[in-house]
């Protein structure tokens, strides 16, 4: 995923302005967008900041078209605002909660998939790679400032006693699940008996409290990385101002 696209764009920096049709883990297809507004739209900072890393030490010509460029994708997509697909997961999530003393267990089971498995379909990767992260709890709450995601997509999943992949099976209705993460050392579907479903709601709540942090960390670094982007353009563009001009020999 973002390793991939790494190694892409350094050897063929280009990568960086071409636009093209992407389909993510999602199933959501964007048509004209670059991988780097993509990442800006789902809040992707860590791919961010992979580019921006590699632009401060980047010496080629088009150096500064690129950056220009970059900086352009970047105001055209960022939004201060909560993630749209978070806020969704978020009042799936607390709506499941506030119906939970009126329903039956079936009842319960079924709209954790139907309404918040459903809402967790639409995740980009680096969201479910945060739940499917292979040594960190969502409780506490983390601070979310790792150097690097690690980009595992595994889960355990208890209807079958068996670790699988998010690549393999997705939460909602396609997949029969939702995932939980919790206080729990890796992200589960399905729980064991007895009283699943209350097990289930005290997980939905520390999700929730983790998603939202998330989610404002994103913002926060990819506001950071702006900053970085702007003091490289600002640095190039002083670099070509006092380049000297070679003289005319008569």
């Given at each position: 995923m973002r390793t991939k696209a790494e190694t892409i764009f350094k050897i063929y920096p280009s990568f960086l302005v071409l636009r093209s049709t992407l389909t993510d883990i999602a199933k959501m297809t964007y048509e004209n967008i670059t991988a780097f507004e993509y990442a800006v739209l789902v809040k992707d900072s860590y791919f961010v900041r992979k580019v921006v890393d590699f632009l401060e030490t980047y010496k080629g010509e088009d150096k500064s078209e690129i950056v220009t460029n970059i900086l352009e994708q970047f105001d055209r997509c960022f939004s201060n605002g909560r993630l749209a697909v978070v806020h969704g997961f978020l009042e799936a999530s607390n709506a499941w909660c506030a119906d939970f003393p009126n329903r039956t267990l079936e009842?319960?089971?079924?709209?954790?998939?139907?309404?918040?498995?459903?809402?967790?379909?639409?995740?980009?990767?680096?969201?479910?790679?945060?739940?499917?992260?292979?040594?960190?709890?969502?409780?506490?709450?983390?601070?979310?400032?790792?150097?690097?995601?690690?980009?595992?997509?595994?889960?355990?999943?208890?209807?079958?006693?068996?670790?699988?992949?998010i690549l393999v099976s997705s939460p909602g209705v396609s997949g029969d699940f939702a995932l939980l993460r919790g206080e729990k050392e890796d992200a589960q579907v399905g729980w064991p008996m007895p009283d699943r479903d209350r097990r289930a709601r005290r997980s939905l709540v520390i999700d929730c409290a983790a998603l939202d942090a998330l989610d404002k960390a994103r913002t926060a670094d990819l506001l950071d990385l702006r900053v970085r982007l702007v003091s490289i353009q600002t640095a190039d563009d002083f670099l070509e101002l006092n380049t000297p001009i070679p003289l005319c020999s008569s």
């Open positions: 009842e319960r089971v079924h709209h954790l998939v139907e309404d918040v498995g459903e809402a967790q379909a639409k995740f980009p990767a680096h969201i479910l790679q945060e739940y499917c992260h292979p040594i960190r709890a969502f409780d506490p709450i983390p601070k979310f400032s790792e150097a690097e995601l690690p980009e595992s997509l595994n889960f355990y999943n208890w209807n079958c006693l068996q670790t699988t992949s």
